[in-house]
């Protein structure tokens, strides 16, 4: 199956093509992808203008992709499930020598949109 999906995030529209032999995975895959997070819990900013898609690659190869909340500087990272799909992290703000503050119910799914 062949799925083709865009969202906006800040001023960039992305257009993603996802294709999979699985048609469940691929409407998992376009579900999360087209639907970040719309709200920062760090400064509660909903203002789409500051936001913005960020991604890069490790030394080691890992790849991190993350919505960055502009207006206060926290980001939520896409996170990938050990037995597969895909979610977004609610969003965090790090700071230098401190560790990231997340709730406890750090993790929001695709499919629950009052959460988005």
Same mark, same amino acid.
């Given at each position: 199956?062949?799925?083709?999906?865009?969202?906006?995030?800040?001023?960039?529209?992305?257009?993603?093509?996802?294709?999979?032999?699985?048609?469940?995975?691929?409407?998992? #895959? $376009?579900?999360?992808?087209?639907?970040? &997070?719309?709200?920062?819990?760090?400064?509660? !900013?909903?203002? @789409?203008?500051?936001?913005?898609?960020?991604?890069?690659?490790?030394?080691?190869?890992?790849?991190?992709?993350?919505?960055?909340?502009?207006?206060?500087?926290?980001?939520?990272?896409?996170?990938?499930? #050990? $037995?597969?799909?895909?979610?977004?992290? &609610?969003?965090?703000?790090?700071?230098?020598? !401190?560790?990231? @503050?997340?709730?406890?119910?750090?993790?929001?799914?695709?499919?629950?949109?009052?959460?988005?």
């Amino acid at each position: 199956m062949r799925i083709t999906t865009q969202t906006k995030v800040g001023q960039v529209m992305y257009n993603f093509t996802i294709e999979e032999n699985n048609e469940m995975e691929a409407l998992h #895959k $376009a579900i999360v992808l087209s639907n970040p &997070k719309r709200k920062c819990n760090a400064c509660e !900013n909903i203002d @789409q203008s500051f936001f913005k898609l960020e991604s890069n690659k490790d030394k080691e190869g890992n790849i991190y992709v993350n919505v960055i909340c502009t207006h206060c500087g926290a980001q939520s990272k896409l996170g990938r499930y #050990k $037995a597969g799909g895909y979610f977004w992290h &609610k969003f965090e703000k790090y700071e230098k020598g !401190n560790a990231p @503050q997340a709730d406890n119910d750090d993790v929001t799914f695709a499919s629950d949109p009052s959460l988005m």
